[in-house]
């Protein structure tokens, strides 16, 4: 594991007790109330693999539409919250590294990422596509969403490494800061990573969120 990437998961084992406060930010329910009706409407009837799940707050609204669902993340923390939230009986949570998602998890005709994506290092976002899509059946369905820029109002850009992955600078409620890793692609750049594995590619930017969905080529 990368120094960076030790880093992140310190930062959201220490943060899962209180992250679902991201949900409760007043200027965030519009688009988040969207995102609840539209997520599960585009999965259901589907065997959906979610990556980093965290707490579970996007596995709730889709486990109970989903044909089945197996939702990991890194963290045992995180998941400890996931696993308590109503409606997710029939969700198998696993413990599960983004960048390694193995065939014991099965094959999938959908998957679905929360607030991951912009965690990726720019050196790694095909290797992580690649690696999700190895999961999923020809033609699954992949829905990702995460934070517009607005999030830099909470947490500016506070250093850029030479390969122009962006970091910021997060403080914990027991008052330790943590440098993490936070991209924010544009749609053009989406669109040129997608293009030769994806069909069907599209991108909708709310106020707070994008959001991208395709159909593997
Ligand atoms: C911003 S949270 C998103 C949680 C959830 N998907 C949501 O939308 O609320 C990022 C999550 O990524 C997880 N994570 C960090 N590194 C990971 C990795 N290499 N593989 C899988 N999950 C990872 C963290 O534990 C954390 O739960």
Redesign the pocket.
Known sequence: MTHA?QE??QY?AGRAPY?DAVYLKPERQQDIAWLREHLPQRLAGREVLE?????G??TQHIAPVAQHMVA????AE?LAFARQRPGVQQVHFTL????ALGPELGQFDAAF????FS?VPLERQAEFLHGLHQRLKPGARVLMIDNSTVQLQDFPIAETDAAGNTYQHRALRDGSVHRVLKNFPTEAQLRTLLAPMAQGVQFRALDNFWMVEYELA
Do not use: E, K, Q
Request: hydrophobic fraction near 40%; aromatic fraction near 24%.
């Open positions: 990437t992140m998961h959201y992250y990556v980093a799940c965290g707490t707050y996007w990991t993340d890194a963290n995180p599960a590294d983004a960048y990422a929360g607030l991951w965690h």
